[in-house]
């Protein structure tokens, strides 16, 4: 396998910023940024032959991410990464190190930050995959913060996989929400927290199902962090395009007319879906 080189960053304010999910759920991230930032170039990549990665294990997770993002420098010298990915970014935060003196957005990072500052809610749930639950990332970094939230956390087997494959509309995700939201409106939850880009695309059926609660996206809170981080790295770009939206190359690792064509049923803002390229990315051998 090929070894990881060690980085020396090349980005300028006008390269592309790198958005990096397991399949199609990233998308709604980086429409998100498209509203926010419409003057950036965009290098989407959707790692759809190794998805899901929620019931991969932490190994499984770390190889597929490290390639991600070496590819992603390598081929396209992004000037700052954003990882969509709640489990590749709850798994495998210590890969970002790698990439110094590049900024990364994570989705549990800003949501935590702004639970912690907000201090509005008292019971929070998050519904994420079984492997970042696992990971306990979100209370690790309330706990860090500080933060006065009691947290409660849900694994949600196959829920990913069914929205991936356009079937969030279905009884049987319709039956999966039930299931999974059941213990968090047990514990009182006062926000649900969708910790997985899919579960976004099924956010008006989770509000219905919690009435009492409010759900929160980490899209919005990760657009404010690029958008800050941007402008603290000296990182954005200064030509302003008068685009009226921001530039987008799309790459998949597998399955690209299934992406294409569930992804351009989804209801988006600024983006216009176009159909990816497929790219075949070799893994890397890990440090021991």
């Known amino acids: 396998m090929n070894q990881p080189l060690p980085f020396s960053p090349q980005h300028t304010a006008q390269n592309p910023i790198g958005v ?7 998308l709604r991230v980086l429409d998100r940024l498209m509203q926010t930032l419409p003057d950036e170039r965009f290098v989407y990549l959707g790692d759809t032959l190794h998805m899901p990665y929620g019931e991969k294990t932490q190994a499984q997770v770390t190889e597929y991410l490290s390639a991600s993002l070496h590819w992603l420098f390598e081929r396209h010298q992004v000037k700052m990464m954003v ?9 495998a935060p210590q890969l970002f190190s790698r990439y110094p003196g590049v900024p990364f957005v994570d989705p549990v990072t800003p949501i935590c930050r702004w639970l912690a500052t907000t201090r509005q809610y008292r019971t929070v749930g998050v519904m994420a995959t079984p492997a970042t639950v696992a990971s306990n990332r979100y209370q690790i970094l309330l706990d860090d913060l500080n933060a006065p939230v009691l947290l409660s956390q849900v694994g949600c087997d196959h829920l990913a996989s069914l ?3 356009g079937q969030g509309e279905t009884p049987a995700c319709h039956a999966l929400l039930r299931q999974y ?3 968090l409106q047990d514990r009182g939850a006062e926000a649900i927290v969708l910790g997985c880009t899919h579960y976004p ?14 759900v929160l996206d980490p899209a919005v809170f990760m657009a404010l ?3 800050r981080l941007l402008a603290e790295h000296q990182l954005a770009n200064p030509q302003v395009t008068g685009r009226p939206i921001a530039e987008v190359d799309y790459f998949v690792t597998a399955e690209p007319d299934r992406f294409y064509e569930t992804s351009r049923r989804m209801p ?4 216009a879906m176009k159909h990816p390229t497929v790219v075949s990315i070799p893994a890397l051998s890990l440090p021991s």
């Open 20 to 26: 990096f999910d397991s399949g199609l759920g990233g």
């Open 83 to 91: 990882v969509a990915c709640n489990t590749a970014a709850s798994v």
């Open 163 to 165: 929205i991936e494959a």
């Open 181 to 183: 939201l059941r213990p």
């Open 201 to 214: 695309y099924v956010m008006d059926q989770v509000a219905a199902l919690s009435p009492n609660a409010d």
């Open 225 to 227: 962090d690029a958008k």
């Open 268 to 271: 988006f803002q600024a983006l």
